[in-house]
């Protein structure tokens, strides 16, 4: 019989796994949507909703459960302070998972994870902003001259 056998290994170890799906987390939390293999998403989906569930309910001993798993102090911050009040009244299904074809090289069925209702700013958290840059380089070339 096939009990307590509900998840994929993924062809990881658990240490690896672990940290993979932490890593996972973190990015999904800060962008509200990443790209991925469907096996991975579909593995993710259930962890991200628990850890909303989690920051739903503001105390301490969430915040240190939700550290213990994340490791990453603006990821607790942001579940805490924007996600759980976007979906307060919401009872679960926090993310969905759409596929997205198969990649090039390896004909691997990929996946779009990403929060239902999500902010589409926070794709562009990282990335510079092009018009401040442009702005920069016409200064620079003026300075030179």
Known sequence: MRHNLGYRKLNRTPEHRKALFKNMLNSLIKYEQITTTLPKA??????????????????????KRLFSKLQDKSSVVKVFDVLSARYQKRNGGYSRVLKAGYRYGDDAPMAVIELVDRDVEAKKVDKPKKVETAEKDQQAKVATK
Do not use: M, Y
């Not at 962890?47 to 309910?57: A, E, W, Y």
């Open 42 to 63: 579909k593995e993710l989906k259930p962890l991200i909703d628990k850890v909303i569930t989690i920051g739903k309910k503001n105390n301490l001993s969430n915040k």
